[in-house]
């Protein structure tokens, strides 16, 4: 048995834990089941000590998360993840490795709790192409009520029996950031938590009503490159693209991010429809509230309130999404 302190606990639950009145179990198949009842003290001790293992709503009670988590299946996970671990580190955002049964998790420690909606365009940019990003909804709403859950660390997995630990990259391999459970757990004690910026750039629809909804041209395009907007929407699978930003069932239906147009500024049931475009068309989206759709580069002009000019500048900058 490991020795674990409410001290101990209280660091790692900060980092860790999202929503306290509801949590989830993992079954012996993996599946998670929701429990029903709050996460307490207990519940954790008994995660962290092997008797049950159990996954945290990442959008707490309050509509706030305290944590994001990029997360790969990919058996290159550790490596692929090593690299927006560098990316972020060159921002000034220190994250975290964590093995996984599959592949790995990257996790950014929040020191405040922060709006999903905020996070995901703040980090979402970062977020390589077959990587989920956790939180995967920007608020919760009646349809989604508790929104995803992730794993919470350092237990039992229940189908492989192991304990996946926190590594970091050290002479040419990854090693675990501490030698016990214990360890690790006090390790909990000296990650950073970092603030979360308030100054990224806003989606247009939390910034102002548009009195008409426009449609933008396809005409910027800078004279220094042959690269036009309309090759740039061609070169990139929408569905995939805006799949990272709102969460899509197979349908390709998710709840539309531009809230000015829906009652109370939020789409509560799924309005935005995304589909491959049959060229010449580029068209990819269609809000059936809104009734205006447009390209994926209108969907990112939109998403984070910027001028075709802007945004154009920052994909010829080498900006990814
Ligand atoms: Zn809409």
Redesign the pocket.
């Known amino acids: 048995m490991v020795v674990v302190t409410k001290q101990l606990l209280d660091a790692f639950i900060a980092c860790c834990v999202g929503r306290r009145d509801e949590y989830a179990y993992q079954r012996s198949d993996g599946r998670y089941a929701r429990a029903g009842c709050p996460l307490t003290y207990d519940v954790v001790y008994r995660h962290l000590q092997g008797v049950q293992t159990i996954g945290s709503y990442l959008i707490d009670e309050h509509g706030l998360c305290r944590f994001a988590v990029f997360d790969s299946d990919a058996s290159s996970g550790l490596v692929d993840l090593l690299q927006v671990q560098s990316q972020l580190a060159g921002v000034g955002v220190p994250s975290y490795l964590e093995q996984s049964r599959r592949g790995a998790h990257l996790r950014v420690f929040f020191r405040d709790p922060a709006s999903p909606a905020l996070v995901c365009r703040w980090l979402l940019p970062f977020c390589p192409d077959g990587v989920e990003f956790y939180p995967k909804q920007n608020a919760l709403s009646e349809r989604v009520p508790l929104g995803s859950l992730v794993r919470l660390p350092l237990g039992v997995h229940r189908v492989t029996g192991e304990c996946y630990p926190f590594v970091a990259w050290s002479h040419g391999q990854f090693v675990p950031v501490a030698a016990s459970l214990a360890d690790m757990l006090a390790w909990f004690s000296t990650v950073l938590r970092v603030p979360v910026p308030a100054s990224i750039p806003l989606p247009v629809a939390d910034q102002a009503t548009p009195t008409t909804p426009r449609t933008i041209p396809f005409t910027s395009v800078p004279s220094e490159t042959t690269l036009t907007i309309r090759d740039w929407c061609r070169q990139h699978d929408p569905v995939a693209m805006i799949g990272r930003y709102v969460a899509l069932d197979q349908k390709g239906m998710g709840c539309?991010?531009?809230?000015w147009?829906?009652n109370d500024g939020v789409?509560a049931h799924p309005?935005?429809w995304v589909y491959r475009p049959s060229y010449p068309d580029l068209c990819c989206w269609y809000?059936?509230?809104?009734k205006q759709g447009g390209s994926l580069f209108d969907f990112f002009r939109y998403y984070y309130g910027l001028s075709a000019r802007e945004l154009w500048s920052h994909i010829l900058a080498g900006g990814h999404f």
């Open positions: 539309c991010p531009f809230g147009h829906h789409d309005s935005l809000c059936h509230a809104w």
